[in-house]
Antibody
Framework: EVQLLESGGNLIQPGGSLRLSCAAS????????MTWVRQAPGKGLEWVST????????YYADSVKGRFSISRDNSKNTLYLQMNSLTAEDTAVYYC???????????????WGQGTMVTVSS | DIQMTQSPSTLSASLGDTVTITCRASRTINTWLAWYQQKPGKAPKLLIQKSSTLESGVSSRFSGSGSGTEFTLTINTLQPDDSATYYCQQYNDNWMFGPGTKVEIK
């Protein structure tokens, strides 16, 4: 079964750091572009960051550029999101998602995890 | 950055109705447009990509059309299970979601 399982969400104080993980299973992880998307409580979806299949190329939304870092370990079939200098505006459910492999680079997201909650509050 | 808008933000329709959601991009995205369905507390589900290509397993009651800057998602014969929020997403220049359209069943 194709599956993505996020972990690492927590309550964290403003200015703190957190690392999210996303464990992939049921597919050949190292040929897919992978992404993080977040959703603040009661709000819409916001694309956060994407990484190419090899990890050489990374892309960030302006709202997180310079604070968040996406990475992947293809030997462990795992995607990461390192989040630094967190603020209340980063409070959200964070989803990892897989690119659909139609073009191999700019693709929509065809498989999603269940999400992990990050709450930034003092 | 390409900005996405959707209309309406909420719509209420009866079972069996046909509903249409419009998505507009601030500049041309060719047909690099996807539609997602999200139910409360659940992850989004990809319904349509490349403006009109239905994902495997998605009901044929869903259809998409458009190119350039204007796109539509149509749901035929509205069913109770279609109650959800629908998001468009451009993937021509990085990725950007529309604000969403909540579909309610009267």
């Amino acid at each position: 079964e194709v599956q993505l399982l996020e972990s690492g969400g927590n309550l964290i104080q403003p200015g703190g750091s957190l690392r999210l993980s996303c464990a992939a299973s049921g597919f050949t992880f190292n040929i897919y572009l992978m992404t993080w998307v977040r959703q603040a409580p009661g709000k819409g979806l916001e694309w956060v960051s994407t990484i190419s299949d090899t990890g050489f190329s990374t892309y960030y939304a302006d709202s997180v550029k310079g604070r968040f870092s996406i990475s992947r370990d293809n030997s462990k079939n795992t995607l990461y999101l390192q989040m630094n200098s967190l603020t209340a505006e980063d409070t959200a459910v964070y989803y990892c998602a897989r690119g659909s492999l139609v073009r191999g680079f700019l693709d929509p997201f065809d498989i999603w995890g269940q999400g992990t909650m990050v709450t930034v509050s003092s | 950055d390409i900005q996405m808008t959707q209309s309406p933000s909420t719509l209420s329709a009866s079972l069996g109705d046909t509903v249409t959601i419009t998505c507009r991009a601030s500049r041309t995205i060719n047909t690099w447009l996807a539609w997602y369905q999200q139910k409360p507390g659940k992850a989004p589900k990809l319904l349509i990509q490349k403006s009109s290509t239905l994902e495997s397993g998605v009901s044929s009651r869903f259809s998409g059309s458009g190119s350039g800057t204007e796109f539509t998602l149509t749901i035929n014969t509205l069913q109770p299970d279609d109650s959800a929020t629908y998001y468009c997403q451009q993937y021509n220049d990085n990725w950007m979601f529309g604000p969403g359209t909540k579909v309610e069943i009267k």
